[in-house]
């Protein structure tokens, strides 16, 4: 069965800084699509980043970048340039061909001014 | 974009009572759409998977005469609560599959807050 793992619950990181947040997934899949969404207090689910497997590319969107091991079956995602409105908790996802996805247990990512 | 609504956003029932729950895509149309559920502080768990105009799929766990979904049409499926219980008090999360437009990825809905008194 796959899972996602988000071993960090909690992280901080000072209004400007770059924090990376860690996912791991273990799938026996090779096609899948992995996902970073954001989730602030108004509780809607925010897309931040996608990143096909088949692409050895990493994503990036703006300040928004992914760290993707394939082999090691990573994912994580690296915050630049971090603001206030960045905080909110952020789920790793991975969806295979049936599309539903699996979430990871969430990380909550507090800035500090 | 892709816009999908959930109404009502917040609803109060009494136990013992059905409450009927909407998810809507509002500018495409979806012939897959998901159930989720999220408890205070935890992450999202699948219920089920809505297709339209058949049987929604449960995942394990779920109690398929407890929570009744009907996908009628491309736009529409509602997740009924029935004979609710303090315990079904959640966030409730409905997500559509874009169809229509080659898209590929899903849109969530804002959710809805049921609590059961």
């Known amino acids: 069965a796959q899972t996602v793992t988000q071993s960090q619950p909690e992280m901080s990181v000072q209004e400007a800084e770059t924090v990376t947040l860690s996912c791991t997934y273990d799938t026996s899949e090779s096609d899948y699509y992995l996902f970073w969404y954001k989730q602030p207090p108004s509780r809607q689910m925010i897309l931040v980043i996608r990143q096909e497997a088949y692409k050895q590319q990493n994503a990036t969107e703006n300040r928004f970048s992914v760290n993707f091991q394939k082999a090691a079956k990573s994912f994580s995602l690296k915050i630049s340039d971090s603001q206030l409105g960045d905080a909110a908790m952020y789920f790793c996802?991975?969806?295979?061909?049936?599309?539903?996805?699996?979430f990871g247990t969430g990380t909550r990512l507090k800035v500090l001014a | 974009g892709a816009v999908v609504s959930q109404h009502p956003s917040w609803v109060i029932c009494k136990s013992g009572t059905s409450v009927k729950i909407e998810c809507r895509s509002l500018?495409?149309?979806?012939?897959?759409m998901f159930w989720y559920r999220q408890f205070p502080k935890q992450s999202l768990m699948l219920m089920a998977t809505s297709n339209e105009g058949s049987k929604a799929t449960y995942e394990q766990g779920v109690e398929k005469d407890k929570f009744l979904i009907n996908h009628a049409s491309l736009t529409l499926s509602t997740l009924t609560v029935t004979s609710a219980h303090p315990e079904d008090s959640s966030f409730y999360i409905c997500?559509?599959?874009?169809?229509?437009?080659?898209?590929?990825?899903?849109?969530f809905g804002p959710g809805t807050r049921l609590t059961v008194t």
């Open positions: 996802a991975y969806r295979a061909g049936t599309y539903k996805y699996i």
């Open positions: 500018d495409f149309q979806a012939t897959t």
């Open positions: 997500s559509a599959r874009a169809t229509d437009r080659g898209l590929y990825e899903q849109y």
